[in-house]
């Protein structure tokens, strides 16, 4: 404030200056008034700057909303000031020092009526420049306090659904174990390997909110590889994915995997009658694609997984991803992020 309040006063100095250099032509006289306007104005600002400063200390409540205790204060002491200046200027002309400055026609006590007027005046000016700028910080702190709460909101949120991605992956892991134990011990000793070494690169990163789109695509080839061990011939898949294009972009922690889940979890899935699964790369998305061959009864499910989705990746890029159901094929495309566009 107290720069911006100098910057007034320079203003209102310089008008007054060409106003009178105009006016009167008199290049002296002209430089004594530029520099009593600055001086009043500015003492004017330091003052009301002053008494905010003062009131602020005893009083921080009322401090901000300039009481009535302020503006008697601020008036009285422009009243003061103003006063003080003329005192100086008649001191400085009546020794000669400066040139008559301006005539006033009023004289006597009326004079100190007409200055007491005109201050009122100037250091309402000054009071509303102020007030504005008290104002308009208030609002940029609100505004920037607002963008700080909504960004914790959102890392929040975003924290919260990535939470539970784990666990649900988990669950529908350990019961796949179950069966394997059950059925083909060897495969379900295979499968474990697999499993501790997806979780293991999963848990690494987990403390992110995006991953590359390499990293992405490993932790897919991992847990195929997974499912591969389970469901042997009935489980095809491919990645039609340039080395080039793997090397591009971010994605949301942990986004493709669901898919996959999803598709297996929803699908028959037969050596006669195999699930193909392709994750490919199309003009910046990239899309998990798998035939449709619903399972005649699917097993319970809340929806959590594609919901989950759908919000964290919203929270990061304000965008939606696309969901295509064509009663053969069912895809799911997110366009790959850069750093630069994410939301926070």
Known sequence: MLRLS??????????????????????DVSLYKFVFSFLTIGLLSGMNIVLMVTLKEKDPQDAGKCGPWFYVCSYLGSIVVVILINKVQNYLVANAWIGPVGTLRVKGDIV???????????NGVVLLLQNFIIVQDANNKTQLENSRLNASKSEAVHQLLLQQVHPHFLFNALNILKSLIKKDPPGAEEYLVRLSGFLRASLSSHKREVATLQEELK???????????????????SFRVSQEKENSGVLPLFSLQPLLENAIKHN??????????????????????????????????????LANLAERYALLSGDEIEIKDDGNTFSVSLKILNHENRNH
């Open 6 to 27: 100098s910057y007034f006063s320079l203003a209102i100095a310089l008008f007054t200056f060409l106003a009178s250099l105009m006016e009167e032509g008199a290049l």
């Open 112 to 122: 100190y009526l007409y200055l007491s007027l005109q201050t009122l005046l100037m």
């Open 219 to 237: 932790l897919c080839r991992d847990y195929l590889e997974m499912q591969k061990v389970r469901f042997g011939e009935a489980l095809l898949f």
């Open 268 to 305: 028959e899935l037969t050596p006669a009658s195999p699930l193909h699964i392709e994750i490919g790369v199309y003009d910046g998305w990239i899309r998990v694609l798998n035939n449709i061959q619903m399972k005649a009864s699917t097993e319970d499910s809340t929806g959590s997984g």
